[in-house]
């Protein structure tokens, strides 16, 4: 996750030994990681991260979209400028 826990950049499994609490931070192979979800099951766990990462898929997709619509206007109002000087 970035500092501000709002968009998720990696996901590690693991099957802990002990209970583990969400918003502790543990280490695997050297790198820190964030416990954000606790399930009974590897396939539960996925199947709640797959919701989330289609969450956040579908807000990213929207951003680009509205983005893109306001380029393209941006774009035909200065072809059609352009094709009214050239029709004066």
Known sequence: MNESKTELHGVQY???KWERNLGDTITID???W???MIGDTKEVVIS???K???KQNSIINKKRYQENKKADMVFKNILN???KEINL
């Open 81 to 83: 400028d352009i094709m």
């Open 14 to 16: 693991l099957l802990s």
């Open 52 to 54: 989330i990462i289609k």
């Open 34 to 36: 964030l416990v954000g």
């Open 48 to 50: 709640e991260l797959n």
């Open 30 to 32: 050297g790198t820190p």
